[in-house]
């Protein structure tokens, strides 16, 4: 993970998720990008070129801020940020595509709208256009460090080396624990289960790693039902398509699903 792209809107929550990839990732030879991404809050009117360059002006400032204390706060690494005007999804995947971007870091702000979706608009965005991993970092979840982490799978066709590398350097740069946990539908069709959970064992064969089986139930309250167990600091899940993810971030009347929010959320691509 060279190029690590924290977005910021200059709140205090997109302030801990830097923190917590600096923390987390500071691989000397880690480029970490602060983005603001910023739109022109009118429609339907002619906007000056002067307010145009007005807020312009502004939110390179407020970037020019945010660079100055981070730089402060860590020194010796390499923090760089731009702040760009545009559609949020359009300019990260601009700039993922530009600069080689290995993983994008988010805060999110908990459960917002009609709907209760957990994550803004933004980073649903972002993870469902996204084909690189994002890791959303819940609002006020007070992780700073990874210690434990829940990799969770149905063991469906357990595909390509490539797609499990983020776990693996996240295991051997933080020394964290790795934990699989395996949800088994009996409504399915049965799957060689044996044959992909050995597949995992020879990706992870160099690492430390458990193995728990659990008959699924409810895939959002047993991941994090497990996750509590544990103590855990950190989910991953590998999304096959949006619908999947959907099953995991959408609030239910649960009470256990806005677990969520305290347990920062890493979501892979399947290669």
Not at 16 to 41: C, G, Q
Not at 135 to 157: I, M
Request: proline content about 4%; overall charge negative; glycine content about 6%.
């Amino acid at each position: 993970m060279k190029n690590i792209i924290i977005p910021t809107d200059f709140s205090k929550n997109a302030g801990k998720a830097l923190d917590f990839a600096i923390s987390n990732f500071n691989d000397p030879e880690t480029v970490f990008w602060l983005m603001h991404v910023y739109r022109m809050p009118y429609s339907g009117a002619v906007v000056s070129i002067d307010l145009d360059n007005l807020l312009k002006e502004d939110r390179e400032d407020d970037l020019r801020d945010e660079l100055i204390a981070a730089r402060a706060k860590f020194p010796g690494l390499q923090i760089k940020g731009h702040a760009i005007q545009g559609t949020f999804v359009d300019v990260i995947s601009k700039i993922v595509d530009k600069e080689s971007i290995d993983m994008i870091v988010m805060g999110t702000t908990g459960a917002t709208g009609a709907k209760g979706v957990l994550l803004g608009s933004n980073a649903a965005n972002i993870v469902k256009n996204s084909r690189i991993p994002v890791l959303l970092y819940p609002n006020d979840c007070g992780v700073t460090s990874l210690k434990k982490v829940v990799f969770a799978t149905d063991l469906e066709h357990v595909k390509g080396y490539d797609t499990f590398l983020p776990i693996r350097q996240i295991i051997k740069e933080t020394g964290a624990e790795l934990n699989i946990l395996h949800l088994e539908d009996s409504a399915d069709e049965p799957i060689n289960s044996e044959r992909e959970s050995l597949l995992l064992d020879t990706i992870f064969v160099d690492l430390p790693h458990g193995f728990q089986v659990k008959e699924l139930k409810h895939p959002e309250e047993d991941i994090l039902d497990y996750a509590q167990e544990i103590n855990a600091d950190l989910i991953v899940v590998v999304a096959r398509n949006y619908s999947f993810f959907e099953r995991i971030v959408h609030r239910s009347t649960s009470r256990k699903l806005s677990m969520l929010t305290n347990v920062p959320l890493l979501i892979l691509r399947e290669h």
